[in-house]
């Protein structure tokens, strides 16, 4: 997800004066899952408040308003929860992302409550691989002080992902309503900068994780398939960013997608594969912990959310 600064302080507005729901409560922890000797589970990092003028840009409200109400979404500002997966595998602790710290929105930012809540320090936090550089995503790998959150981590980053945010040029050339961010990812990637492996499409990261280039949202983004003894799981990231139109309606774009056709593209081709191969997907910002299944019907995709949340 991506909000402009006037957004991110409208949501942190709201945020205050909305009720708060499940994943707004401290210490949530989201599903968990085994695959073969691979444990995985999301924690909460919160939720995003997002103004329906952003996540649905460009789309007709007449014709969002029926699937919204299908699912019993009510009028106001999106809350997208945000499911931070943690996976421990062979001694190895890895974090795919790291939420959104102390000074993005007041209804996110606390990831570290729900390790605790896991029984973890982030001193045994061994790998922190990202997906993207959105401020959701990024902005927890640094403390209050500005240090790294996880001292004793390695970091890991798509190869071109890294090549646009940690271009100084990038904030001039994108959008003026996503400069700030750019100038935030810049900023956090400086500090880790040493600590940084970069990887590309298709290399297996660690034992078990392959990546996997799914671009659009952002110029580099990175999901991660995850197999172990026989069974799979596909850790989306925002390739898949929303539960609200993209199953039901998967080509139409999204605001928040910095690349809306390329990711569209991309979403269509994910979801037919996760359909296809029954693999089952972690979404950074589905529902319900963000653990379920894909299925097809003619041209629209359903999500099957096995959360008990
Ligand atoms: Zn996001």
């Known amino acids: 997800m991506l909000l402009n600064r006037r957004q991110v302080l409208a949501g942190g507005t709201a945020a205050a004066v909305l009720p708060s729901h499940g994943w707004g409560s401290p210490a949530s922890t989201g599903i ?29 409200p007449g014709a969002v308003a029926p699937i919204l109400q299908a699912q019993n979404i009510g009028p106001g500002p999106i809350q997208p ?3 931070v997966t943690l996976m421990r595998h062979q001694g190895r602790v890895v974090l795919f992302d790291t939420g959104s710290g102390p000074a993005f929105q007041a209804s996110a930012g606390r990831l570290k409550t ?44 798509g190869q071109v992902e890294w090549d646009y945010w940690f271009n100084p040029d990038t904030a001039s050339t ?33 034992p ?3 990546a996997h280039a799914t671009f659009g949202h952002t110029p580099g983004h990175m999901s991660f398939q995850l197999r172990a003894g026989g069974d799979s799981a596909l850790i989306g990231g925002d390739a898949i960013g929303n539960s609200h139109v993209s199953f039901a309606e998967p ?22 594969m996760l359909a ?6 972690i979404g950074y910002h589905l529902p319900n912990g963000g653990l379920g299944r894909v299925e097809r019907s003619d041209s629209r995709f359903r999500f099957i959310s096995d959360g008990s949340i």
Not at 127 to 155: E, I, K, M, Q, R
Not at 276 to 281: G, T, V
């Open 208 to 210: 078990g994780v392959g």
């Open 251 to 272: 080509s139409w774009p999204i605001g928040t997608d910095q690349d809306a056709v390329a990711a569209a593209q991309t979403r269509l081709r994910l979801l037919d």
């Open 81 to 83: 929860p945000i499911n």
């Open 276 to 281: 296809h191969e029954k693999i089952q997907l």
């Open 114 to 157: 729900s390790l605790d809540a896991a029984g973890l320090t982030p001193e045994e936090v061994s790998h922190v691989v990202f997906t993207h550089c959105h401020p959701d995503h990024l902005w927890g790998v640094l403390d209050d002080f500005d240090d790294p959150l996880f001292p004793n981590a390695s970091y890991l980053v």
């Open 32 to 60: 968990s899952l085994k695959l073969g000797d691979m444990q995985v589970q999301t924690l909460s990092d919160g939720h995003l408040t997002l103004p329906r003028s952003l996540l649905f840009a460009g789309l007709e």
């Open 174 to 206: 994108i959008s003026a309503d996503r400069a700030s961010m750019a100038v935030g990812a810049r900023r956090r990637l400086a500090v880790l900068a040493e600590r940084v492996s970069r990887f590309a499409d298709g290399e297996e990261i660690l």
